[in-house]
């Protein structure tokens, strides 16, 4: 019962949204065309104001030219009728001239019923200028407005007329309502323009690519998901690019992630066989360590570690089938012996591709002894493989492997003298079943290393690469102290 009384389990009312189009074609539109209306409507007070102005000035004028007539009157007297004429044609009701500091009623009208409101054209702040048009639309009715402004066809300090403001309300008027059709005509073609344009160049590309993203979802497999960049060089053809990389990136990583569950589901059906296989060469071994031949004793102790190590990796393959590794137990390993046991193994010395090893005497890494190893028989083997697929080499082939310790870390250099990394396997060195540098490689043996080495804390890299050879990197993280020569011996004695 309190439960469907918590607020939680109350109803949650159903708030009115605003309505908003969900397209974008349809929201640049409506947007396009307010923006275009709202420049129209900050337009219309300028325009209202300059026509009311140009109104006035019109009339100014005129009721100038009906002074100058009443001037060459004799004795500067006019008729009633007179006086009348020249006032309806000026369509004022008085008109007077200031000179010399004497104002003087030229044409005097009939008495008005209201005070008229003044507007001053000779100095108008820019506020009253615009506000004075909607000051006219919106005032009462029988209103008479008095304009004052500089003479242009006599000389006076001012002109001064009073008229009737009705008929600059009904023009006012008319010219507002001409200029909202302008502007709502003007909006609507622009915003359907800049719509059209947008629509163009904007919303079908991001469209099709959009439509792309979805099928790609749907089936990365479907040829159809593929954006086929348009070799535009604004953002849309960047986004089209980057998109397209993207796709082919996202495939190999499921192609990637494809063949290791195969691989996985692979090695655990003959991991058994495999295993029984190891067990019996491993009783063999057992019984050959019973004879008392010395070579057999002598070649017996490496032909025992290996087979351990590949019962090990044999039970630890089916972890990497699963993109895991086993968690390395680091310790500290003689660098020296274990490099001679990986070089025999990888097959470098005799009279093939030649081994050195610039190592200090003594000289230990923190590192798990078979991780380690399979790291360096993978580096080393390849860089042999690599050296003697090399078409037309004049100069034998030869791998140097260096140490650096510093207080946190050791870097072991592998350099070669081989034919280096092509661009090709570079950008994909490290990639399950991609990054494989020569034919018939599997592509696995990078990427195990690397991730063995990433495993320890470290990394491993691809530093340098030329016609003048290759290096890769191996860092591990810490440095522990040098053995002494004695000690040292005896490491070697127990590899």
Known sequence: MADALSPQALPRPNRRRFFWPGGLSARLLILTVLFVLLGGALALPPALAAFEEQWLLDRVRAAELASLTADLAPNQVVSQQVRDQLLLGAGVTNIAIQTDGMRRLVLPGGKMPRAPYLVDLRDQAPGSWLSAP?????????????????????????VEIVAPDAELKRELSRYLWRLILVTAFVSAMAGMLVYLSLNLFLVRPMQRITRAMERFRADPEDPAARVEPSGRRDEIGRAEVELDQMQADLRAALNSRARLAALGEAVAKINHDLRNMLTSAQIASERLAALQDPKVSQALPRLTRALDRAIKLATDVLTYGKTEEPAPDARPVPLAPALEVAAEEARLGGEG??????????????????????????????????????AGRSEPGRVTVTLTQDAAASTLRFADNGPGVSARSRERLFQP??????????????????????????????????????????????APPRLSPRHGRNAAAAE
């Open 353 to 390: 591709v030649q081994f050195a090893a610039e190592i200090p005497d003594g000289a230990q890494v923190l590192a798990d002894p078979d991780q380690l190893h399979r790291i360096m028989v993978n580096l080393l083997r390849n860089a042999r493989e690599a050296i003697e697929q090399q």
């Open 433 to 478: 079943f991609a990054g494989s540098t020569r034919s018939g490689g599997a592509g696995l043996g990078l990427a195990i290393a690397r991730e063995l080495a990433q495993g320890h804390g470290g990394d491993l890299a691809l530093v340098h690469t030329g016609d003048d050879g290759a290096i890769f990197e191996l860092r591990l993280a810490g």
């Open 134 to 158: 909607f000051h006219t639309l919106t005032g009462g009715e029988g209103r008479s407005v008095r304009v004052v402004a500089e003479p242009r066809f006599r000389k006076a300090d001012f």
